[in-house]
T-cell receptor, first 116, second 113 residues
Framework: AQKITQTQPGMFVQEKEAVTLDCTYDTSDQSYGLFWYKQPSSGEMIFLIYQGSYDEQNATEGRYSLNFQKARKSANLVISASQLGDSAMYFCAMREGWGSQGNLIFGKGTKLSVKP | DTGVSQNPRHKITKRGQNVTFRCDPISEHNRLYWYRQTLGQGPEFLTYFQNEAQLEKSRLLSDRFSAERPKGSFSTLEIQRTEQGDSAMYLC???????????FGPGTRLTVT
């Protein structure tokens, strides 16, 4: 079974509008971390935002926020005020277990295209 | 402060040849990870180092793959007897002991002909 599911292969959004990228996860661990990364066409993975399973508040980083719904096992990324430079692949990832070490498990990604 | 660097950025090799990639993590990052990414997929974990110790290996890391981090700084990933299925982007990431995020390098794109 997939651990990270991103159901939207591609998304379009108008510049300056907000967009939500979906991510659901599957784990039996009580402690885990959720991440979002951006991958532009250049290929480098850029860290965007992190949410710990015990964090009560949704994480925010500038225009990025993570809508964490633990009971639904979802960790959607919300990008506000989209910019042309936001066009890229976006990957949701999870690290299982306690602590900050250990590998990340990635979804298949969502390609976001921002229209002028 | 320089980020994670990887060399070479691109490698084209013939099937059956050996290749070696290098990763230089962010200085003072004790943790180093290797991932592989094929077209249309997210990165898949290969192996993880804490300083010079290789603590975890994925089942994806067949016996043709070997990784080292001899002095706890840079790391190398070697693929012996390359196959066409090895064609992928090989990504390296590092993280500090305290800190959740992993910082990725630009990757090495391998093409096996």
């Amino acid at each position: 079974a997939q651990k990270i599911t991103q159901t939207q292969p591609g998304m379009f959004v108008q510049e300056k509008e907000a967009v939500t990228l979906d991510c659901t996860y599957d784990t039996s661990d009580q402690s885990y971390g959720l991440f979002w990364y951006k991958q532009p066409s250049s290929g480098e993975m850029i860290f965007l935002i992190y949410q710990g399973s015990y964090d009560e508040q949704n994480a925010t980083e500038g225009r990025y926020s993570l809508n964490f719904q633990k009971a639904r096992k979802s960790a959607n990324l919300v990008i506000s005020a989209s910019q042309l430079g936001d066009s890229a692949m976006y990957f949701c990832a999870m690290r299982e277990g306690w602590g900050s070490q250990g590998n990340l498990i990635f979804g298949k990604g969502t390609k976001l295209s921002v229209k002028p | 402060d320089t980020g994670v660097s990887q060399n070479p950025r691109h490698k084209i090799t013939k099937r059956g040849q050996n290749v070696t990639f290098r990763c230089d993590p962010i200085s003072e990052h004790n943790r180093l990870y290797w991932y592989r990414q094929t077209l249309g997929q997210g990165p898949e974990f290969l192996t993880y180092f804490q300083n010079e110790a290789q603590l975890e290996k994925s089942r994806l890391l067949s016996d043709r793959f070997s990784a080292e981090r001899p002095k706890g700084s840079f790391s190398t990933l070697e693929i012996q007897r390359t196959e066409q299925g090895d064609s992928a982007m090989y990504l390296c990431a590092s993280s500090p002991d305290r800190g959740h995020e992993q910082y990725f390098g630009p990757g090495t794109r391998l093409t096996v002909t």
